[in-house]
């Protein structure tokens, strides 16, 4: 008996929406955060090339504001990056999240998100959330807390277990077609991050860990933080 087999290999795709529609209010910069330099390098450059280490042919999208989408585009061309895909951003992260899902017609491929302004995020966290939301169709990454915890209300204010509690940080990480019909719902204000879009539409989150360094630059405490962290590579 003759038979013929054919093996086709399907390679899953992989993408990463950053999301840069910030207008630099908290940091009080003229500039978005994201575009501002730390040794001589803008931030959002230093996040889009954490992503394109860990996988030349990831597919990026970034989401910007209307009023920084061609200084963004000047931005890449300056730096040689090409076939970068610019979304324009919305009234929220919410919103802004969704104009970059949009972009996105391969439901089968795996999502990144991941704030612009985090632009230590470390190799082995984009490859824990990668890999584990490949597995079980979405990853987000933490760190645990260190300080003690109170909780706090109008009445009084009481200890609470910080074992309990993790941060949460980027890139969350998603199989396509699970969190696209998870941003079909109305926008809530409950939605702080795109785990809770997920989670609303009634799937379970899977946590992974991040690295401490991940940090989300918002203000100029941040920033002295961010040029440290660089001194000490």
């Keep these: 008996m003759v038979g013929i087999f054919l093996l086709i290999l399907i390679v899953q795709q992989k993408y990463i929406i950053i999301v840069a529609g910030g207008t630099g209010s908290r ?12 040794e001589k390098e803008a931030i959002i450059i230093r996040t889009i090339k954490a992503f394109l280490n860990y996988d030349a042919s990831i597919h990026i999208i970034i989401s910007v504001h209307k009023d920084f989408k061609t200084y963004l585009e000047e931005l890449c061309a300056k730096n040689n990056l090409k076939n970068i895909k610019i979304a324009v951003g919305g009234e929220t992260r919410f919103h802004s999240v969704k104009n970059g899902l949009d972009l996105i017609t ?15 995020t470390s190799l082995q966290t984009i490859t824990n959330c990668f890999d584990a ?25 009481t200890s609470v277990n910080r074992n309990d509690f993790k941060i949460i940080q980027t890139p969350q990480c998603f199989l396509a077609s699970k969190i696209k019909k998870a941003f079909l719902q109305e926008y809530n204000s409950s939605f702080t991050d795109d785990a809770t879009v997920l989670e609303s539409a009634g799937e379970k989150i899977n946590l ?3 690295n401490i360094e991940n940090i989300k630059i918002t203000n100029k405490f941040d920033l002295a933080i961010a040029k440290a962290l660089l001194n000490n590579e």
């Design 27 to 38: 940091m009080q910069s003229d500039i978005p955060k994201q575009f501002i330099e730390i």
């Design 106 to 120: 391969d439901e089968t491929a795996i999502v990144g998100i991941h704030d612009a302004a985090r632009p230590f």
């Design 133 to 157: 939301a490949k597995e079980k169709g979405n990853a987000v990454p933490f760190v645990t807390i260190s300080e003690s915890l109170r909780r706090v209300s109008a009445e009084r204010n």
């Design 208 to 210: 992974v860990e991040g």
